[in-house]
């Protein structure tokens, strides 16, 4: 079964904008994982947050983890017609034995 | 590009038949996991090897089986192939000490489809 939910399922902007993106899960977990995805290939780790962690940076990127409200949001600054792609969160179950996933956002950024 | 790397890239196979995909993990990584991906869905966990033995599985039937190898690559298997096991195969490889806190690193995958 899927851990994480992503919302928006699709997202759409212009180059230059920001993406924002969001997920939700809903057992605790040790960490949160942002995966990238191009078009059905392998799966790019973008950023690793711990649980004890709220804000995490990385080039563009910016995550943040509420683990009260079992959420976590990836935000692509000043985005490219190259950061289209899907992105996934994933949660670690027992010793990161079973990452779960969610369905992902498909973000389509427009030159 | 990760370390890892899958084969074959590409499979086409007939209901019933068997399959093995292969997978060599990244160099110094001793773990190896399994997932399978849908179309317009996200990876579901399979199993994962851990100094070849399964150290873990998720909700798939036992004709769903795999190995790992001395030097930690890895292979799936399956068998009585069904329609619905159309679908891409990722391995990814992580490595030892917190494994809690372990990035998985993942190989391009193996697009299987079932006629």
């Known amino acids: 079964s899927q851990q994480g939910e992503e919302d928006p399922q699709a997202l759409s902007i212009q180059e230059g904008e920001n993406a924002t993106m969001n997920c939700s899960y809903k057992?605790?977990?040790?960490?949160l994982q942002w995966y990238r995805q191009n078009s059905g290939r392998g799966l790019v780790h973008l950023i690793l947050i711990r649980s004890n962690e709220r804000e995490k940076h990385s080039g563009r990127l910016r995550v943040t983890l509420d683990t009260s409200k079992k959420s976590s949001s990836l935000l692509i600054t000043a985005s490219r017609a190259a950061d289209t792609a899907s992105y996934f969160c994933a949660t670690p179950q027992y010793n990161n034995n079973d990452m779960r996933f969610g369905a992902g956002t498909r973000l389509t950024v427009k030159p | 590009e990760t370390g890892v790397t899958q084969s074959p890239t590409h499979l086409i196979k007939t209901r019933g038949q068997q399959v093995t995909l292969r997978c060599s993990s990244q160099?110094?990584?001793?773990?190896v996991s399994w997932y399978q991906q849908a179309l317009g869905q996200g990876p579901q966990f399979i199993f994962q090897?851990?100094?070849?033995?399964?150290?873990g599985r998720g909700n798939f039937p036992p004709r769903f089986s795999g190995l790992q190898f001395p030097n930690y690559s890895s292979e799936l298997n399956v068998n009585a192939l069904e329609l619905d096991d159309s679908a891409l195969y990722l391995c990814?490889?992580?490595?030892?000490?917190?494994?809690?806190?372990?990035?998985?690193?993942f190989g391009p995958g193996t697009r299987l489809t079932v006629l």
């Open positions: 160099s110094g990584h001793n773990t």
């Open positions: 990814a490889s992580s490595g030892t000490g917190a494994l809690s806190y372990n990035e998985q690193f």
């Open positions: 090897y851990y100094r070849e033995e399964e150290n």
């Open positions: 057992t605790s977990i040790n960490n």
